[in-house]
């Protein structure tokens, strides 16, 4: 009977005792890369700067990307004509050949920064003429001082045809060093004692080129650099609601008040009874580019002739090309982290140098008068308008290339952007970032706001 009631026993349903199994979860969704993204692995950026804008992989609407792009076009600009100010007048060039090599510098600036941010270190850096070949260029100079020409015109071509060629050949240093990865491994050792040095370096080294302009024309000088200060880094807590426009676009604006400034002394005559070199600096109409400079002209291969190539011009410029490298090793650390990237590996580092080779020699065979590096003062940039967007710089190349091309049409374009910046402060802007400490490249970036005011001035 205990067996009986032991096998009448019933045991409730299973599905009693247990509960249903959860649903599974779906598969996360696969997120295609873009086209232009980076395979491999990914490395996040080590430290992240507070109140960026903007990083290199985030991007302003396009209105405001063209501005910034623009701004940078004007940045680098005022590097091109100081060296070619500096260097062309030696050679015996006239008014229309220093217009013609602003324009070829112009030209290979724009094509080397397109292949740097597409191919090269991908970090959001301008390249622009290089002071680091000035002593080179004036050994070359120099040496055909004491040779006869038909005419100054002569001795001109003659003088870009060796530079020509030695540009040509110091560039295999470059293309062998960096894509035989030798500079990358080299920068293995790269410590931050070693690079805050090398990237302080680059940064106050361009002092002893601008305050001396500033002393040229002091009252032209002195209210841009008060102006810029002022504008950028107290205005926006009197008008908190344009604070990140005037953070943005203060370079700018303030270069076109003070350019409307010198236009306005120029014409009352303050400058009439003054020293020739007062009037070289401080008048908008000294220079002579708008006058000379063709309204359409394209640089093309050899446009100065078949290259001169010279030994010891060959050995100076391999110098040259190695302080570049380094200069440009320096510049891509501090753009990296100004940008809110990681900073870029040795093997990176010898790809981006080796490019700054092949873009050399396409100098060389374009007719420039120095080579590029990377630009520090459009680094200052970054950090001065927090915005380290690869977009903004890779739309300052669609200016460059556009203005070598059509060399008369860029004054109208700057004056009517920088007055509709000026006018859109009023009601635009949006925001309250607070002011931050100053960095050194940002000083030196502020240099060269200065600068381009006196070189804008003088067109």
């Keep these: 009977m205990g067996e009986t009631a032991h096998h009448n026993h019933q045991h409730p349903p299973a ?3 247990h509960q249903h199994p959860p649903n599974p979860m779906p598969p996360p ?5 873009p086209l232009g993204a980076a395979r491999g692995p990914v490395y996040p950026p080590t430290e992240q700067l507070i109140q ?15 501005v910034l792009g623009f701004q940078h076009y004007i940045v680098m600009l005022g590097t091109t004509v100081m060296i070619a100010t500096a260097l062309v007048p030696r050679m015996g060039g006239s008014h229309g050949d220093k217009a013609r090599v602003i324009q070829s510098l112009l030209f290979m600036s724009g094509i080397n920064t397109l292949l740097q941010t597409w191919f090269g270190t991908r970090l959001p850096t301008v390249m622009g003429p290089s002071f680091a070949y000035i002593i080179s260029v004036l050994a070359i100079i120099n040496d055909f001082s004491d040779s006869t020409f038909a005419n100054e015109h002569e001795r001109f071509t003659h003088t870009m045809r060796a530079i020509q060629g030695s540009l040509i050949v110091s560039s295999l240093i470059n293309i062998v060093i960096g894509y035989s990865n030798a500079w990358g491994n080299l920068t293995r050792f790269f410590s931050p004692i070693v690079i805050v040095p ?6 106050l080294g361009l002092f002893a080129r601008g305050f001396p302009q500033l002393g040229n024309c002091v009252e032209i000088g002195l209210p841009m650099l008060i102006l810029l200060v002022i504008g950028q880094q107290y205005l926006q807590h009197i008008f908190p609601a344009a604070g990140s426009l005037l953070e943005k676009f203060a370079l700018l604006v303030c270069i076109g008040i003070i350019w409307s400034f ?8 303050a400058y009439n009874n003054v020293r020739e070199p007062t009037k070289l600096s401080c008048r908008i109409d000294r220079s002579f580019l708008m006058s000379s400079a063709p309204w359409i002209k394209i640089p093309y291969p050899f446009q100065w002739g078949t290259p001169i190539f010279r030994a010891s011009h060959v050995f100076g410029m391999m110098g040259a090309a190695l302080v570049s490298s380094a200069e440009s090793t320096g510049t891509f650390y501090a753009a990296s982290r100004l940008a809110g990237a990681t900073a870029p590996p040795g093997h990176v580092l010898s790809r981006s140098i080796g490019l700054q080779g092949v873009g050399q020699l396409l100098e060389g065979i374009f007719g420039a008068v120095v080579g590029t590096a990377a630009a520090v003062e459009n680094v200052g940039l ?4 927090r915005v380290g967007s690869r977009r903004a710089v890779q739309i300052s190349t669609a200016f460059m290339i556009f203005f070598s091309i059509f060399g008369l049409l860029y004054p109208l374009l700057y004056i009517i952007l920088s007055f509709s910046c000026l006018s859109s402060l009023q009601g635009n802007g949006r925001g309250n970032i607070e002011r931050k400490n100053w960095r050194v490249l940002v000083w030196g970036e502020r240099r060269h706001g200065v600068e381009t005011v006196f070189w804008y001035c003088s067109i």
Excluded: D, F, R
Excluded at 29 to 33: A, F, K, S
Excluded at 198 to 203: A, D, E, K, S
Excluded at 382 to 385: D, K, Q, R, V
């Design 15 to 17: 599905h009693h005792n």
């Design 29 to 33: 969704p696969v997120v295609v890369p």
């Design 52 to 66: 960026m804008h903007y990083c290199i992989h985030s991007n302003p609407s396009w209105v405001q990307t063209a």
């Design 198 to 203: 090398v990237v302080c370096l680059v940064g």
């Design 262 to 269: 010198a236009a306005i002394l120029t014409v009352a005559g």
């Design 382 to 385: 970054l950090g001065l308008a």
